[in-house]
């Protein structure tokens, strides 16, 4: 059963525009939503992340929206880059701090 | 420092051969983890440690087996390679404490199965 449920699975882009993720979870005990940035061949890193009692947090081009009431929370990039191109993971973190991964989305910005 | 490392990087195993991914971090953290990326289906939680002498399973555990004796090191081991755990492996570490810790990925080892 796949705790953090995201979409969409693959986004294409024109540069300049605004990417969006989605993602989903049930679990009302999850603490801490990372989302994580991933190039071919790579490990995961960390992109920016947000706690539950707080809407929104943004870091530059990158914004996270969270609604709680909901159980959903967005990356939004703004501006998109071809650097930008890379498969994205929404997380979150359960206690004893295990972390539930999203099933990614792979994101082309076209030039 | 050169973080999170894993060795080796690629690997063809036999059926029912056996293995064992090593992952070392010199960032003194307390967490490590470890988890398999298959096409489509995210990361998944393996096992983990929250400190030297003590793992417990995550998601995906059967199949695998671990070990925490340091705080650097935290090996995976396989002992009857099947081709359903044909996968890429990520090991990571993070510094207790904090709430918000960050998580930091080794590179990953591309694991076949035949």
């Known amino acids: 059963q796949q705790q953090v449920k995201q979409s969409p699975q693959s986004l294409i882009v024109q540069k300049g525009g605004i990417s969006i993720i989605n993602c989903a979870y049930e679990n009302t005990a999850f603490d801490y939503f990372p989302w994580y940035q991933q190039f071919p061949g790579k490990g995961p890193a960390l992109l920016i992340a947000?706690?539950?009692?707080?809407s929104e947090k943004k870091e530059g081009r990158f914004t996270i929206s969270f609604n709680k009431s909901a159980k959903q929370f967005s990356l939004h990039i703004m501006d998109s880059q071809p650097g930008d191109s890379a498969t994205y993971f929404c997380a979150a973190r359960a206690t004893g701090n295990q972390f539930y991964f999203g099933t990614g989305t792979s994101l082309t910005v076209i030039p | 420092n050169a973080g999170v490392t894993q060795t080796p990087k690629f690997r063809i195993l036999k059926i029912g051969q056996s293995m064992t991914l090593q992952c070392a971090q010199d960032m003194n953290h307390n967490y490590m983890y470890w988890y398999r990326q298959d096409p489509g289906m995210g990361l998944k939680l393996i096992y983990y440690s929250v400190g030297a002498g003590i793992t417990d399973k995550g998601e995906v555990p059967n199949g695998y087996n671990v070990s925490r004796s340091t705080t650097e090191d935290f090996p995976l081991r396989l002992e009857l390679a099947a081709p359903s755990q044909t996968s890429v492996y990520f090991c990571?570490?993070?510094?207790?404490?904090?709430?918000?810790?960050?998580?930091?990925f080794g590179p990953g080892t591309r694991l076949t199965v035949l």
């Open positions: 947000i706690r539950p009692d707080v």
């Open positions: 990571a570490s993070k510094l207790a404490g904090g709430m918000y810790n960050e998580q930091f």
